[in-house]
Nanobody, 118 residues
Framework: QVQLVESGGGLVQPGGSLTLSCRVS????????MSWYRQDAGKERELVST????????TYADSVKGRFTISRDGYKKTLYLQMNSLRAEDTATYYC???????????WGQGTQVTVSL
């Protein structure tokens, strides 16, 4: 069973930065496509960014391109999301997701809250 634990959320002013982390339990990290999603109250969950191996290859939602950077550390089995130039509309609960590249089974973290406000 894959376990994902997010951290790094918090309150930040517009224009500020945060880095989210997602620690993955003891599984072959390279087996999983890793993604960040977000969901604000009353809205649908949105795919923010994905990173896959080999490459690694990355994709971003148009709303975060040029501001967010996804990365992964295979040794630490940790996924990151560096968020810069944060805006009020980035406020949401951010979720880490792992997709098994062979079975397509998905696993989710518990979420971490990001609030962008003065």
């Amino acid at each position: 069973q894959v376990q994902l634990v997010e951290s790094g959320g918090g309150l930040v002013q517009p224009g500020g930065s945060l880095t989210l982390s997602c620690r993955v339990s003891d599984v072959p990290f390279s087996r999983y496509k890793m993604s960040w999603y977000r969901q604000d109250a009353g809205k649908e969950r949105e795919l923010v960014s994905t990173i896959t191996l080999p490459g690694p290859a990355t994709t971003y939602a148009d709303s975060v391109k040029g501001r967010f950077t996804i990365s992964r550390d295979g040794y630490k089995k940790t996924l990151y999301l560096q968020m810069n130039s944060l805006r009020a509309e980035d406020t949401a609960t951010y979720y880490c997701q792992a997709t098994d590249r062979f079975t397509q089974r998905q696993f989710w973290g518990q979420g971490t809250q990001v609030t962008v406000s003065l």
